[in-house]
């Protein structure tokens, strides 16, 4: 299973990004997927995640301005982010619990990471 993370840039304060991420491989479902994101010296922090109905959740730092999306058909996950802020300059990684079989357990699969950078 292979997670590929892409939509990261550099853009000014109060602008948009949106970030995509494909799961591919042998997978029979996905449970839950999510973003975190790790900005310099601070450890890797989970900024969002959707389970498979669609329900989600968000760090409170995020809360109004971004926010997660799935499509189980192509096994993908989407992290729209609004009014973006200097505070937001991070590398964002996808992340998936995946179940490849029919009654085998579950791992957890990470993304490559990329880079969000916003300018005041």
């Known amino acids: 299973v292979q997670l590929q993370a892409s939509g990261g840039g550099l853009v000014q304060a109060g602008r948009s990004l949106r970030l995509s991420c494909a799961a591919s491989g042998s997978i029979f479902s996905i449970n839950v997927m999510a973003w975190y994101r790790q900005a310099p010296g601070n450890q890797r922090e989970l900024v969002a995640k959707?389970?498979?109905?669609?329900?989600?959740s968000y760090a409170d730092s995020v809360k109004g301005r971004f926010t997660i999306s799935r499509d189980n058909a192509n096994n993908t996950v989407y992290l729209q982010m609004n009014s973006l802020i200097p505070g937001d300059t991070a590398v964002y990684y996808c992340?998936?619990?995946?179940?490849?079989?029919?009654?085998?357990?579950?791992?957890?699969?990470w993304g490559q990471g990329t880079q969000v950078t916003v300018s005041s």
């Open positions: 992340n998936a619990v995946v179940t490849t079989a029919p009654r085998s357990p579950s791992y957890i699969y």
């Open positions: 959707i389970i498979h109905s669609g329900a989600s």
